[in-house]
């Protein structure tokens, strides 16, 4: 697995926002909540345990899918680029602390 995923920034549509997204040591990615696999986010745990969620209304699943697919695409790369196959962008980004 890559050891980091990058979003670009012109998939991400946060106020203020002006910087490719970088998230590193990811061990699991999913749609859904925190508790549950339904929702409007994609969430990704790292080896730390910690979570992050992004809100991408109406294509988490589509955003998880091309995060896994990432992942795997590039086996012992440093980073490597999510291209994401819809065109809804990262409206939230929410890291939480070990859940």
Do not use: H
């Amino acid at each position: 697995m890559a050891n980091f995923i990058r979003i670009r920034k012109e998939n991400i549509n946060i106020a203020g926002s002006d910087s490719d997204l970088l998230i590193g040591n990811i061990t699991a990615c999913w749609a859904g909540a925190t508790s549950n696999l339904a929702g409007a986010n994609t969430v990704i745990l790292n080896v730390g345990m910690d979570q992050y969620e992004l809100t991408a209304t109406a294509a988490a699943a589509d955003w998880a899918k091309d995060i896994q697919k990432t992942l795997t695409a590039n086996p012992g790369g440093m980073v490597a680029t999510v291209v994401p196959t819809s065109t809804v962008k990262i409206t939230n980004y929410t890291p939480k602390k070990q859940i």
